[in-house]
């Protein structure tokens, strides 16, 4: 027995030593948490409410619900779709790192004044750590100074309040870029403080008027209101946690069927898209894609995500397409389609103005040019941008029929205030015979150095491009040319669907770049058996970024009936011999019997 | 005491049997010639062709109209409306490009007692001649290269699919047991053919 108390005691004492050694290490490796999508949200709202003029957010904004006053936006709005979920999803995985972090100073229970306390150390002033507070916690009159380099979270089981002309200030290489506010109840922030970090508070946050925050609000879930105030997203440095993934979805309707695009919800990890709309999601990670089927529709997916699965890596630009090719309609008339479809295909660049703002924020304006590079009109044109809009229809439908004829090139545009350096994409969709037909462009435009970043643009066109039963060969001719202003270096040019892809010509100066004047010239041919949706992806280089555009294609291949039904029953068959039959027999026994009597004669 | 049988009676049996033989072979000799037609063919020299109508198989005398046919609403190839007639899937090639085009005819007895067109289809053999005409006139020639069979739900792509750069013919018909469930015969047999 007193062997077993030593033992216990000797075990007491080693746990203990462990976890507070244990402890001791976490303190030292308190650190700033990725906030993937939602790190360039200034505000992340369930319902965000505005009711006053005056209002400057620089950053993303996201709600389920709108303001009544739509304050000042440098930045994109996300209205309950994809992206602003996936803001949610890493503010709650934000807070949950946060959570994680282990106190390094715990003050007593009851509520905390930050800027007058004592227990901490030097009044006013705080080094990074992790504070904890069992209540309330306040910024009081005298404000607070964060002193130092490194993370910082104040975290409280209550509100979250300042007064009145508060301030949170920074000194010695503490940056709003590692302070983050997690309280347990609601945030309110009196009138004219001047307010840092990230406020991650789904009770609430309430911001007073002509409050000056440098940082973000985020409550998803929850509300936000603002009245007169200043909020920007700080640019913080940090490996990109982000890549973009465009769902696009492409119908052939060539068997009669009438579906549209809208009746395949599409989803991604179970969250809601929409077809040709680029969202942000957290990387490096792996996600699904998946849509409400319908039986009477094939279902195929692109090569960029087989089966739905997209391996998505940060600051990549991935587009999914999902191809849904409608079967025989069972209509008992026995009648088929008669003739081949025909399927659209169209083409769009995109080309930015001014391809960099070294000066830091400022408007860009995005000139689209859509062309039909297919051989029929295409009708319902949409264009999808993920950050900006409206785009506008300057010109180029010149017979005002509403219809992208062969002859014609439509231009769009449409301006925005980029904050940090952004890829913008677009992807235009059109329709013809039934079917869908989509690209997209996408351009990025550099923030804040004088850098110019590349652009690419590839076009593809199938000969033929509908087939009879049985399929046939497809050679597809790409070409790809250089929007921008700087010469491109290792140019690639892969398709999903269709290899090897064959150089032809174009590199005129033969320097291996693809220069602004140049058009590469490059030819796959593939028998194909069946209809088929296939992706060209083009990447070139400049200035240390990647260019990317993509070329959707979809060639029509009547599929090979089933064999035919040319047997007759075998009933009327077996009558007919049997009839046959009878007669012939009855003919030679009457011959006989006739041949016998006259015998006996 | 062995039955006599007289000389008369010899004649009788041998002439009524005689009478008899003659009707047979008078009927063959009729149905025989009706389904051989002579045509005069030569290598057309143009390379366009036009719809198909008319197949010619002057080994099992087909000489028969030809429809032209998409597919069924199952997804099936569609079969011609009466027994003497064949079909031509218009999704396809037309015979003459390159491809294969495809015909298929009825197999088996209708209801008042008329055959079908592909009705001795078997008895095919590699080499035999078929031919198509075309709506302008033009008439070509096709060898056929083998006889398949295959299981009524087979899934045949080769049969439409064949992208060699040649011209070629495939005909189907039904065979083997009626199949009362599925209200079609057991098997499907394919005739390949290739230009001449």
Same mark, same amino acid.
């Given at each position: 027995m007193?062997?077993?108390?030593?033992?216990l005691?000797?075990?007491?004492?080693?746990?203990?030593?462990?976890?507070?050694? !244990?402890?001791?290490?976490?303190?030292?490796?308190?650190?700033?948490?990725?906030?993937? %999508?939602?790190?360039?949200?200034?505000?992340?709202?369930?319902t965000?409410?505005?009711?006053?003029?005056?209002?400057?957010?620089?950053g993303?904004?996201?709600?389920?619900?709108?303001?009544? %006053?739509?304050?000042?936006?440098?930045?994109?709005?996300?209205?309950?779709?994809?992206?602003?979920?996936?803001?949610?999803? #890493?503010?709650?995985?934000?807070?949950?790192?946060?959570?994680?972090?282990?106190?390094?100073?715990?003050?007593?229970?009851?509520?905390?004044?930050?800027?007058?306390?004592?227990?901490?150390?030097?009044v006013?002033?705080?080094?990074?750590?992790?504070y904890?507070?069992?209540?309330?916690?306040?910024?009081?009159?005298?404000?607070i100074?964060?002193? !130092?380099?490194?993370?910082?979270?104040?975290?409280?089981?209550?509100?979250?309040?300042?007064?009145?002309?508060?301030?949170?200030?920074?000194?010695?290489?503490?940056?709003?870029?590692?302070?983050?506010?997690?309280?347990?109840?609601?945030?309110?922030?009196?009138?004219?403080?001047?307010?840092?970090?990230?406020?991650?508070?789904?009770?609430?946050?309430?911001?007073?008027?002509?409050?000056?925050w440098?940082?973000?609000?985020?409550?998803?879930?929850?509300?936000?209101?603002?009245?007169?105030?200043?909020?920007? %997203?700080?640019?913080?440095?940090?490996?990109?946690?982000?890549?973009?993934?465009?769902?696009?979805?492409?119908?052939?309707?060539?068997?009669?069927?009438?579906?549209?695009?809208?009746?395949?919800?599409?989803? =991604?990890?179970?969250?809601?898209?929409?077809?040709?709309?680029?969202?942000?999601?957290t990387?490096?990670?792996?996600?699904?894609?998946?849509?409400?089927?319908?039986?009477?529709?094939?279902?195929?997916?692109?090569?960029?995500?087989?089966?739905?699965?997209?391996?998505?890596?940060?600051?990549?630009?991935?587009?999914?397409?999902?191809t849904?090719?409608?079967?025989?309609?069972?209509?008992?008339?026995?009648?088929?389609?008669?003739?081949v479809?025909?399927?659209?295909?169209?083409?769009? =660049?995109?080309?930015?103005s001014?391809?960099?703002?070294?000066?830091?924020?400022?408007?860009?304006?995005? #000139?689209?040019?859509?062309?039909? =590079?297919?051989?029929?009109p295409?009708?319902?044109?949409?264009?999808?941008?993920?950050?900006? $809009?409206?785009?506008?229809?300057?010109?180029?439908?010149?017979?005002?029929?509403?219809?992208?004829?062969?002859t014609?090139?439509w231009?769009?545009s449409?301006a925005?205030?980029?904050?940090?350096?952004?890829?913008n994409?677009?992807?235009?969709?059109?329709?013809?015979?039934?079917?869908?037909a989509?690209?997209?462009?996408? #351009?990025?435009?550099?923030?804040?150095?004088?850098?110019?970043?590349?652009?690419?643009?590839?076009?593809?066109?199938?000969?033929?491009?509908?087939?009879?039963?049985? !399929?046939g060969?497809?050679?597809?001719?790409?070409?790809?040319?250089?929007? !921008?202003?700087?010469?491109?270096?290792?140019?690639?040019?892969?398709?999903?669907?269709?290899?090897?892809?064959?150089?032809?010509?174009?590199?005129?100066?033969?320097?291996?770049?693809?220069?602004?004047?140049?058009?590469?010239?490059y030819?796959?041919?593939?028998?194909l058996?069946?209809?088929?949706?296939?992706?060209?992806?083009?990447?070139?280089?400049?200035?240390?970024?990647? #260019?990317?555009?993509?070329?959707?294609?979809?060639?029509?291949?009547?599929?090979?009936?089933?064999?035919?039904?040319?047997?007759?029953?075998?009933?009327?068959?077996?009558?007919?011999?049997?009839?046959?039959?009878?007669?012939?027999?009855?003919?030679?026994?009457? $011959?006989?019997?006739l041949?016998?009597?006259?015998?006996?004669? | 005491?062995?039955?006599?049988i007289?000389?008369?009676?010899i004649?009788?049996?041998? *002439?009524?049997?005689?009478?008899?033989?003659?009707? +047979?072979?008078?009927?063959?000799?009729?149905?025989y010639?009706?389904? &051989?037609?002579?045509?005069?063919?030569?290598?057309?020299?143009?390379?366009?062709?036009?719809?198909?109508?008319?197949?010619? +198989?002057?080994?099992?005398?087909? /000489?028969?109209?030809?429809?032209?046919?998409?597919?069924?609403? /199952?997804?099936?190839?569609?079969?011609?409306?009466?027994?003497?007639?064949?079909?031509?899937?218009?999704?396809?090639?037309?015979?003459?490009?390159?491809?294969?085009?495809?015909?298929?005819? &009825?197999?088996?007895?209708?209801?008042?007692?008329?055959?079908?067109?592909?009705d001795?289809l078997?008895?095919? @053999?590699?080499g035999?001649?078929?031919? +198509?005409?075309?709506?302008? *006139?033009?008439?070509?020639?096709?060898?056929?290269?083998?006889?398949? @069979?295959?299981?009524? /739900?087979?899934?045949?792509?080769?049969?439409?699919?064949?992208?060699?750069?040649?011209? &070629?013919?495939?005909?189907?018909?039904?065979?083997?047991?009626?199949?009362?469930d599925?209200?079609?015969?057991?098997? @499907?047999?394919?005739?390949?053919? /290739? @230009?001449?």
């Amino acid at each position: 027995m007193k062997n077993f108390n030593k033992n216990l005691i000797i075990t007491a004492l080693a746990l203990s030593f462990v976890l507070n050694f !244990g402890s001791t290490a976490v303190l030292a490796a308190a650190t700033t948490p990725a906030l993937g %999508v939602a790190k360039t949200f200034g505000i992340l709202a369930g319902t965000y409410t505005n009711t006053t003029a005056g209002t400057t957010i620089t950053g993303d904004v996201g709600y389920t619900t709108g303001p009544a %006053v739509v304050p000042t936006i440098n930045g994109t709005t996300y209205v309950a779709n994809a992206t602003y979920n996936q803001a949610g999803t #890493a503010q709650g995985a934000a807070l949950t790192a946060l959570n994680n972090e282990t106190c390094t100073v715990n003050f007593a229970a009851g509520a905390i004044d930050l800027a007058t306390d004592v227990t901490h150390g030097t009044v006013g002033v705080y080094t990074p750590g992790v504070y904890c507070v069992t209540g309330a916690m306040s910024v009081g009159t005298g404000g607070i100074t964060l002193d !130092g380099a490194g993370t910082y979270i104040f975290r409280s089981t209550g509100a979250l309040t300042t007064v009145t002309g508060s301030v949170v200030a920074t000194s010695n290489g503490a940056s709003e870029c590692d302070l983050f506010w997690t309280p347990g109840a609601a945030t309110t922030l009196a009138a004219n403080t001047t307010f840092l970090g990230t406020d991650i508070d789904a009770a609430g946050i309430t911001i007073g008027s002509t409050v000056g925050w440098t940082g973000r609000a985020l409550a998803y879930g929850g509300t936000i209101s603002t009245a007169s105030d200043t909020i920007t %997203v700080p640019t913080c440095a940090g490996a990109a946690t982000t890549g973009t993934i465009n769902v696009v979805k492409t119908i052939i309707n060539d068997n009669g069927r009438t579906k549209v695009i809208a009746d395949f919800p599409l989803l =991604v990890n179970g969250a809601s898209v929409t077809s040709g709309e680029t969202n942000v999601f957290t990387a490096p990670a792996t996600y699904t894609v998946t849509e409400t089927t319908d039986s009477n529709y094939t279902q195929t997916f692109s090569a960029s995500c087989p089966n739905g699965i997209i391996s998505l890596v940060p600051s990549d630009t991935t587009v999914c397409t999902i191809t849904n090719d409608d079967k025989p309609i069972s209509n008992g008339t026995g009648a088929g389609p008669a003739t081949v479809v025909v399927p659209p295909l169209i083409d769009v =660049v995109k080309v930015p103005s001014p391809l960099a703002l070294p000066g830091g924020p400022g408007l860009v304006t995005y #000139a689209y040019t859509l062309r039909n =590079v297919g051989t029929v009109p295409v009708t319902n044109i949409t264009m999808i941008g993920d950050s900006c $809009s409206p785009i506008t229809l300057v010109s180029g439908d010149t017979n005002g029929d509403s219809k992208l004829d062969t002859t014609e090139t439509w231009t769009y545009s449409c301006a925005t205030t980029l904050l940090t350096t952004h890829t913008n994409t677009v992807t235009a969709t059109g329709w013809a015979n039934g079917i869908s037909a989509s690209d997209v462009a996408s #351009a990025t435009v550099i923030v804040g150095t004088s850098a110019v970043p590349p652009l690419i643009h590839v076009t593809k066109i199938p000969n033929p491009i509908a087939l009879l039963s049985g !399929g046939g060969l497809i050679t597809y001719t790409e070409r790809i040319t250089n929007p !921008g202003t700087v010469a491109l270096s290792n140019v690639t040019l892969t398709d999903d669907k269709c290899s090897p892809m064959q150089y032809i010509s174009g590199d005129t100066n033969g320097d291996s770049k693809l220069d602004t004047t140049e058009t590469w010239t490059y030819t796959c041919a593939k028998n194909l058996m069946q209809t088929t949706t296939n992706t060209a992806t083009a990447t070139g280089q400049a200035n240390g970024l990647t #260019a990317k555009d993509f070329a959707i294609a979809t060639v029509v291949v009547v599929a090979a009936p089933t064999l035919p039904n040319t047997g007759v029953p075998p009933t009327a068959q077996n009558i007919l011999w049997a009839v046959m039959i009878t007669a012939t027999l009855l003919l030679i026994s009457t $011959s006989v019997a006739l041949a016998v009597k006259k015998h006996k004669i | 005491m062995q039955p006599k049988i007289s000389l008369k009676r010899i004649l009788s049996i041998t *002439g009524i049997t005689g009478v008899v033989l003659f009707l +047979i072979i008078i009927l063959f000799l009729t149905f025989y010639l009706q389904g &051989h037609t002579y045509i005069y063919y030569v290598k057309p020299t143009s390379t366009s062709f036009e719809v198909p109508v008319r197949l010619i +198989i002057p080994k099992i005398g087909v /000489d028969a109209v030809v429809e032209s046919l998409g597919i069924t609403s /199952d997804g099936a190839m569609d079969v011609p409306k009466v027994p003497n007639n064949v079909a031509w899937f218009n999704l396809g090639p037309k015979p003459g490009e390159n491809g294969s085009a495809v015909i298929a005819g &009825h197999y088996g007895f209708w209801k008042n007692g008329e055959g079908s067109v592909f009705d001795d289809l078997n008895k095919l @053999r590699k080499g035999d001649e078929i031919f +198509i005409e075309d709506e302008k *006139g033009t008439i070509i020639a096709f060898v056929v290269r083998e006889l398949k @069979r295959y299981n009524q /739900d087979a899934d045949v792509p080769e049969a439409f699919n064949l992208n060699d750069g040649k011209s &070629h013919l495939n005909l189907i018909t039904c065979e083997g047991v009626w199949d009362k469930d599925k209200k079609t015969y057991s098997d @499907r047999l394919i005739i390949f053919a /290739d @230009r001449k």
